[in-house]
């Protein structure tokens, strides 16, 4: 079985964007808007625990949830094309 790679990228980046958005604000919901540097923070410039910070940060997980899927889903139908010849 092929992955499509457009299809796997294209939800592995809103997945990534959008989970990255949420737990931002449910960091904000119970602890506050700090806007001190993160980890991911580190990572992803711009991003802090802020309502701007999870704008970015959902921009930042989008790209880097697209390229890391279709990365993935491409070498996965590398490895299954080159696995089945052997069968």
């Known amino acids: 079985m092929k992955l499509n790679i457009k299809a796997f990228a294209l939800t592995c980046g809103i997945i990534w964007g959008l989970g990255l958005f949420f737990l931002t604000w ?6 506050g808007s700090t806007g001190e540097p993160t980890l ?12 701007t910070g999870s704008l970015i940060g959902l921009l930042w997980g989008f790209f880097d949830g ?11 139908n590398k490895i299954t094309n080159s696995a089945s010849f052997r069968q």
């Open 40 to 51: 991911i923070g580190m990572l992803y410039r711009g991003y802090n625990i802020s309502a």
């Open 26 to 31: 449910w960091i904000i919901a119970f602890e």
């Open 66 to 76: 697209l390229i890391g899927g279709a990365v993935f889903a491409w070498l996965y």
